[in-house]
């Protein structure tokens, strides 16, 4: 299925298993029920990552991050957002691999996705074709700054901004 | 009151322009129906019964002069010249055309407004007290705190695809005139008994609609610095653990109720223990910029008694009655908060004119440090006016049809669009509150009344508020006839509580006659200065139930 990151399309390189039975895969993607099993198969050239629903609870998957390339968070309909919080408990844990968020999303979500910790996005075929990619990257640049601090590049925040502006401003001669 | 700097200004119009490609997206058909609606809700375009619909955010309530004439002149131009406040402090246009609404996206990014997140599954517009920052019985202006959330919320990362819509409310004051705990989230600003700092109490789990419940605390004395950190862990909570399988029963109250209030509060620390507090908080400077915006205007120094006021209130008992009614105590000496009901006999409550918008703008700039307020009961509020000005703000607001004496009053009704407008309304809700407004006209009996706070919703979803009106009403369709159920001792303050149901529906022509009844019994038994929800609550339910079973009894 079509794959993007922030610069465009993208290949990729994962091979979804059906099951445990990863065999000699390089880059296999395996379903949360299975990932024990698979993680005992693991070979040593080879890397896996998960494919999860979006209520697994945090707790049960923080076992397993360090032993993974990529965390797959399934995105039933665009308008669920368990995954962006999911997301963001991973990366604070310090999940350095890839985040992939995998479902129905929007152009519009691009720029949420990318902060909360998503590196990738797969889409299902109809809504690749609906929205082409040059739709995604304009819809992630919408915006110049946020609100939120923490999420996304630092500096890319308006109360960064904002203090960064004040220490920079000759004191007032008052 | 708070100004845009240039990242705010930029903030707008970039959503304004976020939203006409949006629009556009769905007219190439990049976009699905299915897709659009969340992102046309989440700026303000709902579509009603009769036509789009389009809420304008008033964040915590606050206006200025230039912002309201901005909204006459949209709905002159693009509606039909009126406008309607709501119990969210927001505004509605009911008649414009959507084609129109990019254009008047850019006429409220002219004046510092949006649209943004008044409706969708996020963090609506969040809502204050209307005498924030004037009320004697204020500990700290809540509008620091509520500016402070807007910008937080507005167009979240995290928290822009919800299980459900989700309402935060702030108070600073003894007395909770934002209803704080029928929100998802209410704050109140309070002084910790040993340090006297000012903290903030955090209830969790209010909330009206079809299952109405009070919301819990969950932090007695939040530090003010935690306090996006803290907003942060409750909202993850909630996005990952609230129920999507059923619309109904996706609001937070359901979880809370469903896992418990302690269990809830548990998962919340532990979220919370988990964060970097210092990376998401707003720094202290940043705190004290906004901050800054809601000093208190330069108020003349002056007596705390006008002469010129009590001569002319001698001169005109009218007068003297309006002003008894529609003002209350104020923070400086001299001065007076005015609420400006919009609720003349007989009137849709809530509506304004965009004449009677230009006319209170007038009266904001000259006589209120050009300052206003929107009041979720859907009146207006000048929240600062001199004394001695009081009688010439009458005056004019009397040649606009302004000047009903009945702020707090039994026709002082809130009320939801119902069926006249809203595509959700089972029933109407307008014309029973012109009907029971009708009943109660007389001025004199009104105040012989006392306060007494009937609030109607159209339907389950009870955008009238009615579980936490001292009577509520509301209308419900049964069998293709419309039926109004009325509940008896809600309160909406800080001593909140949901109303309980006297009995069978009744048919539209009967509720005035039950509200005449239940008034009735309050008057009888009232001991001297009872107030009706003090006198419900000593004398308890069965003798109200019992006036009730005789209106049912004589329509049967």
Redesign the interface.
Same mark, same amino acid.
């Given at each position: 299925m079509p794959l993007l990151d922030r610069t465009g399309s993208r290949e990729d390189r994962w091979t979804l298993s059906e099951g445990a039975a990863i065999g000699n895969i390089p880059a296999a993607l395996v379903p949360w029920e299975v990932l024990a099993e698979a993680l005992d198969a693991q070979e040593p050239e080879q890397v896996i990552g998960v494919l999860i629903p979006n209520?697994v609870p945090?707790a049960e998957l923080a076992p397993f991050l360090p032993r993974l390339t990529l965390v797959a968070i399934a995105f039933p309909a $665009?308008?669920?957002?368990?995954g962006?919080?999911?997301a963001?408990?991973i990366r604070?844990l310090g999940f350095a691999g890839e985040i992939r968020a995998s479902g129905p999303l929007?152009?519009? !979500?691009f =720029? $949420?996705?990318l902060?909360?910790g998503f590196d990738t996005i797969e889409l299902p075929e109809a809504n690749a074709a609906?929205?082409?990619v040059p739709?995604w990257l304009? =819809?992630k640049d919408?915006?110049?700054?946020? $609100?939120?601090?923490? $999420?996304?590049e630092s500096g890319r925040n308006?109360?960064d !901004?904002?203090?960064a502006a004040?220490a920079a401003a000759p004191v007032a001669a008052e | 009151m708070y100004r845009y700097d240039e990242f705010d200004e930029r903030f707008v119009r970039e959503r304004v322009a976020q939203f006409t490609d949006q629009v556009a997206r769905r007219l190439d058909g990049s976009l699905t129906e299915d897709e659009f609606k969340p992102l046309r809700l989440k700026n303000g375009v709902y579509l009603q019964l009769h036509a789009y619909m389009l809420r304008i955010a008033v964040p915590y309530g606050t206006l200025n002069s230039q912002q309201l004439r901005q909204l006459a002149l949209i709905g002159e131009r693009y509606d039909r010249g009126y406008g309607h406040f709501t119990t969210r402090q927001n505004l509605q246009f009911n008649w414009p055309k959507l084609r129109d609404v990019p254009a008047i996206l850019g006429l409220l990014a002219d004046v510092e407004m949006h649209c943004i997140q008044t409706s969708g599954n996020c963090i609506r517009n969040v809502t204050a007290d209307h005498f924030a920052g004037v009320a004697q019985d204020e500990i700290e202006d809540p509008r620091p705190t509520a500016e402070l959330i807007r910008q937080w919320s507005s167009a979240h990362p995290e928290f822009s695809y919800l299980p459900r819509k989700f309402k935060i409310a702030v108070t600073g004051a003894e007395a909770d005139r934002a209803v704080i705990k029928a929100h998802d989230i209410g704050l109140r600003l309070r002084r910790h008994p040993e340090t006297h700092e000012t903290c903030y109490e955090i209830s969790v789990g209010g909330g009206l609609g079809r299952t109405p419940m009070i919301g819990k605390v969950v932090r007695d004395y939040l530090p003010k610095k935690d306090l996006l950190a803290y907003l942060e862990a409750i909202m993850r909570v909630y996005n990952l653990e609230g129920r999507r399988d059923n619309k109904y029963k996706a609001r937070v109250k359901i979880l809370v109720h469903e896992i418990g209030a302690e269990e809830f509060t548990r998962r919340v620390e532990a979220e919370f223990a988990q964060l970097d507090g210092p990376s998401i908080n707003a720094d202290p400077e940043e705190v004290a910029r906004i901050a800054a915006y809601f000093a208190p205007p330069r108020y003349e120094v002056l007596p705390a008694v006008s002469n010129t006021l009590e001569a002319a209130k001698a001169a005109n008992p009218a007068f003297a009655r309006w002003v008894e009614v529609n003002t209350v105590p104020h923070k400086a000496p001299g001065y007076t908060a005015l609420t400006i009901s919009l609720k003349p006999i007989g009137q849709a409550p809530g509506d304004a004119t965009s004449e009677q918008m230009r006319r209170v703008a007038d009266l904001a700039e000259r006589y209120s440090f050009d300052e206003l307020r929107v009041t979720h009961a859907q009146n207006l509020v000048l929240p600062h006016v001199r004394q001695r000005d009081l009688y010439a703000i009458w005056q004019q607001l009397g040649e606009a049809g302004l000047a009903t004496a009945n702020v707090g009053l039994v026709t002082d009704i809130i009320s939801c669009p119902g069926l006249d407008y809203c595509a959700l309304a089972t029933a109407r809700s307008i014309p029973i509150a012109q009907a029971i407004q009708s009943r109660f006209a007389d001025e004199a009996r009104q105040r012989e009344i006392g306060p007494l706070g009937i609030k109607i919703s159209g339907c389950i979803n009870a955008c009238g508020h009615h579980h936490v009106g001292h009577i509520g009403i509301l209308g419900l369709e049964k069998r293709g006839i419309e039926s109004y159920q009325i509940t008896l001792g809600g309160d909406a303050t800080e001593n909140a509580a949901i109303g309980e149901i006297l009995g069978p529906g009744l048919a539209a022509e009967e509720v005035p006659d039950a509200i005449e009844r239940i008034v009735s019994v309050y008057l009888a038994a009232r001991s001297e200065g009872e107030s009706f929800i003090d006198n419900v609550r000593r004398i308890g339910l069965a003798p109200f139930k019992a006036a009730f079973q005789e209106t049912a009894r004589a329509a049967a």
């Open positions: 209520n945090f $665009y308008s669920d957002g368990r962006f919080s999911l963001r408990q604070r929007i152009a519009d !979500q =720029a $949420y996705a902060s909360c609906r929205q082409p739709q304009h =819809a919408s915006f110049s700054a946020t $609100y939120q601090r923490g $999420y996304g308006v109360l !901004q904002r203090r004040r | -």
